[in-house]
């Protein structure tokens, strides 16, 4: 334990979660973020002068940086490896403690709306190989939108990765794959084709709407990624505060 409490306190720690805020990006079918103080300082004085302030949220389990679960999509009634929608509930996934990949193919620009990222734009940002079990992250540079909802939607119009580079990162049989866009695929997808192969076919996990922006100013390549959904029972996704263990 001492070995272990030393090299965590040796390690650079790299944030990977959005902001979250009123008026955030979100999917126009799913509900925006919102919140409200129920209590102000004030409302109520304790001996002393003490008081506390609280507020609500609310917020749809795909908004923000987020895990889709295996119950997110589904084709004919179906989920991964047949389960029913309880085994792929996102309450089932453990704490994600496993070795993070970057692949930073937007580099020194931002790749354009209508951009296709395939195998051989995966295969050119590739700087350690992949293995499996890896969470696998891709840069678009996209993420730099994310303060302005507007822009960062686009009117469901953002680069990502094809069905074809979708296969290619399941043949390595990862365990998520991730990206700083709303939805890892090139959108507007009208059958959402990477969703499913990944998500049904593969059983790999989507992430979504994350900010890379320091994993790829730092030139961080290969790290601990740890993150953990919430336990919500029976829910299809779960937001997520992700972050990277980098070696100093």
């Not at 929608?85 to 020194?108: M, N, Q, T």
């Not at 678009?140 to 680069?159: I, L, S």
Request: with cysteine; proline share 6%.
């Amino acid at each position: 334990m001492k070995q272990l409490l030393e090299q965590l306190r040796q390690a650079r720690v790299i944030d990977l979660a959005q902001t979250w805020f009123v008026g955030m990006p979100h999917w126009p079918t799913h509900p925006p973020f919102a919140m409200a103080m129920t209590k102000e300082h004030g409302d109520y004085v304790l001996p002393g002068g003490v008081s506390a302030a609280a507020e609500l949220i609310a917020l749809g389990t795909h908004v923000g940086t987020h895990i889709d679960g295996l119950g997110h999509f589904s084709c004919n009634g179906l989920f991964y490896q047949g389960k029913s929608s309880r085994e792929v509930g996102i309450d089932l996934v453990p704490p994600v403690v496993r070795r993070g990949v970057l692949l930073d193919v937007a580099g020194d620009r931002e790749l354009a709306e209508d951009e296709s990222i395939g195998v051989p734009e995966l295969e050119q940002a590739v700087r350690c190989p992949i293995e499996p079990g890896d969470v696998v992250l891709i840069r678009t540079g996209w993420g730099r939108h994310w303060t302005n909802a507007r822009a960062f939607v686009n009117e469901q119009r953002q680069p990502g990765i094809t069905l074809e580079a979708a296969h290619w990162l399941s043949s390595q049989h990862v365990f998520a794959v991730g990206a700083d866009n709303v939805a890892v695929e090139r959108i507007p997808s009208p059958r959402m084709e990477v969703h499913m192969h990944l998500l049904v076919e593969s059983g790999i996990h989507l992430i979504e709407c994350l900010n890379l922006e320091q994993l790829a100013q730092q030139k961080v390549t290969e790290f601990a990624f740890i993150a953990a959904p919430l336990k919500i029972v029976g829910a299809t996704g779960s937001p997520l505060r992700p972050f990277a263990l980098v070696e100093e």
